[in-house]
């Protein structure tokens, strides 16, 4: 009896340890973000928002055209800033909205303690970029509404592995 109760409190304490080693969405989502993740985890997160599983506060107000929003508590810091709204512009792009009230200025001085590429420049629409060996691409990009904001993340190569 005594070896079948440890056994029993011992696969209890196994359960226990395994169900808080499990990241929250928010956790999943500011890994994304950072570029940590593969392709099996951008999967892995499509399907918990296309079967509406994601625990994440929705956030319609700061959803981009084609893509989602969520709030998250508490705020993520993703690339030395910090914000509590999580977009994906797409399926494989996975950013923080960061306000700003000079938005040029404040990407470019991201970018460059990034050290990320210019790629984009066009009335007032900025987008720098660096590729990474695990196939995912910092990047810091203007929002839908230039003039007020940036998006700071990740974005994910089709099969990145």
């Known amino acids: 009896m005594k070896v079948a109760l440890g056994l029993f409190t011992l696969a209890g304490c196994l359960f226990s340890f395994s169900a808080t080693a499990a990241p929250t969405h928010g956790e999943m989502f500011q890994a994304l973000a950072e570029c ?10 499509n399907a918990l928002v296309d079967s509406e599983q994601l625990k994440l506060a929705k956030d319609a107000a700061h959803a981009p055209w ?70 995912g691409v910092v990047r810091v990009v203007s929002t839908e509404n230039k003039d007020s904001g940036l998006y700071v993340g990740c974005s994910y190569r089709h099969g990145a592995s």
């Not at 705020?75 to 797409?90: I, K, Q």
């Not at 950013?95 to 050290?115: G, H, Q, R, W």
């Open 36 to 45: 940590k993740g593969n392709a099996q985890q951008v999967g892995e997160f």
């Open 66 to 135: 084609g893509g989602s929003a969520w709030q998250v508590k508490p705020a993520l810091t993703v690339n030395g800033v910090t914000s509590s709204t999580a977009v994906m512009t797409d399926r494989f792009s996975f950013f923080l909205e960061i306000e700003s009230t000079n938005p040029k200025v404040d990407a470019e001085k991201l970018a460059s303690a990034l050290k990320l590429q210019k790629l984009l420049d066009n009335d007032g629409y900025v987008d720098y970029q660096r590729s990474l060996s695990t196939g």
